[in-house]
């Protein structure tokens, strides 16, 4: 099945500094996600990219295909930003694969 | 917006109970999930369903069933509860063939004693 790595395993900032999380996948897939989970393990949906760039407010994400990887920039962090990010892979056959996460704590 | 809801946030079960999870959606999708995560092992697919009655199992489906007579609800039973079941249970629905966005429920923290 496909391999999903996520980098780095855990991320310190402090309030108010930039972030690039990194999401490496081993094969062609047709759908990729980026989700937060909150302090109540939710997993909230932050971007739906199989491909190109996306940005919607602090938070971007761009996703190369055909290099196998997706990057989720997260600018002028905030507290509320902290918790798990996930990125999640799949094909059409309707399994997604979960990358482990990157934890991400931002100090005021 | 598409919502996903739980039945329970939290549970609390006791060893060799039948225990069900509900799943509800209400953005008429063909596909739904249920998945568990514990820490240190990520989210595990343990079965999912792209239409009413059917049914196809995950990496981790011993020790569950599930049902989905409509559409809407997609069910997890754990049949006889057992203490390494203890975790944290997600539901997600997605659409279907060109709609791949996941959504996930708020999620169920069961705890088996």
């Known amino acids: 099945g496909i391999q999903v790595e996520q980098s780095p395993p855990d991320l310190i900032l402090q309030e108010g500094a930039n972030s690039t999380l990194r999401c490496n996948f081993s094969d062609s897939v047709n759908n990729l996600q980026w989700f937060h989970q909150n302090p109540w393990g939710q997993l909230i949906n932050l971007f739906y990219?199989?491909?190109g760039t996306k940005q919607n407010g602090r938070l971007s994400a761009t996703t190369v295909a055909t290099e196998r990887y997706s990057l989720l920039y997260i600018s002028s962090s905030q507290t509320t930003d902290s918790g798990v990010y996930f990125c999640a892979v799949g094909t059409n056959a309707g399994k997604s694969t979960f990358g482990d996460g990157t934890t991400l704590t931002v100090k005021p | 917006d598409v919502k996903v809801t739980q039945s329970s946030r939290y549970l609390v079960k006791r060893t060799g109970e039948k225990v069900f999870l509900e799943c509800v959606q209400d953005?008429?999708?063909?596909?739904m999930f249920w998945y568990r995560q514990d820490p240190g092992l990520g989210l595990r697919l343990i079965y999912f369903?792209?239409?009413?009655?059917?049914?196809e199992k995950g990496d981790i489906p011993e020790g569950y069933s599930v049902s989905r007579e409509k559409k809407e609800r997609f069910s997890l039973i754990l049949e006889s509860a057992s203490t390494n079941q203890t975790s944290m249970y997600l539901c997600?629905?997605?659409?279907?063939?060109?709609?791949?966005?996941?959504?996930f429920g708020p999620g169920t923290r069961l705890t088996v004693t």
């Open positions: 369903s792209y239409d009413v009655k059917m049914k």
């Open positions: 990219i199989p491909s």
């Open positions: 997600a629905s997605r659409g279907g063939v060109g709609t791949y966005e996941q959504y």
């Open positions: 953005m008429d999708h063909e596909n």
